[in-house]
């Protein structure tokens, strides 16, 4: 179904406020799977707040959600066709670790690919501490089956280049497991899409399960990331975005290919099949211990 632009357009996101507390800095790491290893404290500032918290800084795609909004009535959109294309965070200051955080989204393009074919909504949201400093830039592109036809324009005004594959080996390989609980646990943050917990609609959607929140699975590979070019150093992380290419199913294991220019590639090995890719992140040098 064709979308609705006046109505999508006329859409009001909500501007969401949020009081961060140290239990949703603990449950935002262990709702992708941080912590997981019990015996590395590196982990544990992450997941215990007598330890911390210290925030993982994939955090930010979680901050007063505004939650699933192009499933609103009003939205102009087929709820049932939505699927999340690829993300982009950037760190623009001190991300807090308590107060009150606000997150403002606009639509910036919609795309439209031809009658019959896919629709892309592209959006930013803006994340700012209680004193208005914004730390975070979040730029998303949705991908809305069978939205095309309005009349939109078919391109982007500033597409993202693809990036080349890499032709060598990666100089890390980080396997992450995923639980079974997990997409039941990460739905706690905020994201609520029945996809991702009902399994009578994920088979009408054509999975043979419910699948892994997208921004799940990118919390996961950026644990991955922290780990092998960050140290656990949280403050190291400055921007990672992704291209997502296929879901994950919750319980399976995902394995990080890293190298060590900041590109990087998700896959899952047991049914060879890439699910994250284009993937490029930006760290600073971690300070000497």
């Not at 992450?176 to 009578?200: C, F, K, V």
Request: charged share 25%; with cysteine; glycine share 10%.
């Amino acid at each position: 179904m064709s979308i609705d632009l006046d109505k999508l357009m006329r859409l009001e996101i909500p501007v969401v406020r949020q009081e961060l507390t140290p239990r949703d800095i603990a449950l935002y790491a262990l709702s992708i799977g941080m912590g997981r290893d019990a015996l590395d404290a590196r982990q544990l500032p992450y997941v215990d707040p007598l330890q911390g918290p210290q925030v993982m800084p994939a955090m930010v795609l979680v901050m007063a959600h505004p939650g699933f909004y192009l499933g609103h009535p009003d939205s102009g959109v087929d709820p049932k066709g939505v699927l999340h294309a690829d993300q982009a965070i950037e760190i623009l200051g001190p991300i807090p670790g308590k107060g009150t955080v606000e997150s403002r989204t606009r639509i910036t393009e919609v795309i439209d690919k031809g009658a019959g074919k896919p629709a892309l909504i592209l959006a930013e949201t803006e994340l700012s501490d209680g004193e208005g400093r914004r730390f975070a830039r979040l730029n998303r592109t949705t991908f809305i089956r069978g939205g095309g036809g309005f009349g939109g324009p078919s391109e982007p005004r500033n597409p993202v280049p693809r990036l080349p594959e890499p032709q060598t080996a990666p100089d890390h390989v980080v396997d992450l497991e995923t639980a079974d609980a997990q997409a039941l646990i990460y739905r706690l943050n905020g994201d609520l899409n029945p996809l991702h917990s009902d399994p009578e609609l994920a088979r009408k959607l054509g999975f043979e399960r419910p699948i892994l929140h997208g921004l799940c699975t990118m919390g996961v590979v950026c644990h991955a990331l922290l780990r092998a070019l960050g140290g656990y150093r949280a403050e190291t992380m400055r921007a990672v975005r992704l291209r997502f290419a296929k879901p994950v199913y919750p319980g399976e294991t995902i394995r990080s290919e890293i190298w060590a220019d900041g590109r990087f590639r998700a896959l899952v090995p047991a049914r060879d099949a890439v699910v994250i890719d284009g993937g490029l992140a930006r760290f600073d040098p971690a300070p000497e211990p």
